[in-house]
């Protein structure tokens, strides 16, 4: 069974680039596959922000802005997201998510913005 | 601008049913595949059904086959998540998404409602 793993918390000060990872179970390559974020504030549905195959194959959402991208490290098996020029109202949670077959969400990260 | 409302969640003993409803606008619904994702309390995201814009096809996580049923009416503009048999562990926040095309191909949920609530206890 395919497995996302996410760190539960992340934290980072104003104006840092964060680095939110996703970790792909051995099962599945994370070089197959696009990969899909989201961020969720409290009380709020999840955003879609973007998706990231390889650099000539990625999307932003609509109205997302540019100080968030995606890549991979095909070594580790990950996904990552950045998240440059940090701003508090960056502050929420963040999952990712693929589709082997059926769709599949990693158990969330919750950023702090210091 | 584009809207999902969903709404008939509540409160049913384990063992119930529920039919939730989603209603869309602002978006040519027939054209999109539409999705349920649900989100227990305190916890991450899962997802739930799916189906294509014209309805001839479904899908189900293994954790809901064979006692939830997705449906559409594209007439109407709303999507539905018949769910029967509940569980305690059924107890989410439910959201209707929709996909950028008619299809279940892998893409985005590129839009999501606020959710409605589903509590299953006795």
């Known amino acids: 069974q395919p497995v996302l793993t996410q760190p539960p918390s992340s934290s980072a000060s104003p104006g840092d680039t964060a680095r939110l990872t996703c970790i792909l179970s051995?099962?599945?390559?994370?070089?197959?596959?696009?990969i899909y974020w989201y961020q969720q504030k409290p009380g709020s549905p999840p955003r879609y922000l973007l998706y990231?195959?390889?650099?000539?194959?990625?999307?932003?959402g609509s109205g997302v802005p540019s100080r968030f991208s995606g890549s991979k490290d095909a070594s580790a098996n990950t996904a990552i997201l950045l998240i440059s020029g940090l701003q508090s109202e960056d502050e929420a949670d963040y999952y990712c998510m693929i589709w082997p077959s059926n769709v599949l969400f990693g158990g969330g990260t919750k950023l702090t913005v210091l | 601008e584009v809207q999902l409302l969903e709404s008939g969640g509540g409160l049913v003993q384990p063992g119930g049913s529920l039919r939730l409803s989603c209603a869309a606008s602002g978006f040519t619904f027939s054209n999109h595949a539409m999705t349920w994702v649900r989100q227990a309390p305190g916890k991450g995201l899962e997802w739930v059904s799916a189906i294509s814009g014209s309805g001839d096809r479904t899908y189900y996580a293994n954790s809901v086959q064979g006692r939830f049923t997705i449906s559409r009416d594209n007439f109407g503009k709303t999507l539905y998540l018949q769910m029967n048999s509940l569980r305690a562990e059924d107890t989410a926040i439910y959201y209707c998404?929709?996909?950028?095309?008619?299809?279940?191909?892998?893409?985005?949920?590129?839009?999501w409602g606020q959710g409605t609530l589903v509590t299953i206890s006795s």
């Open positions: 990231y195959f390889s650099d000539s194959d990625k999307g932003l």
């Open positions: 051995s099962d599945i390559n994370v070089g197959h596959y696009k």
């Open positions: 998404a929709k996909l950028p095309g008619i299809s279940m191909v892998v893409s985005p949920f590129d839009f």
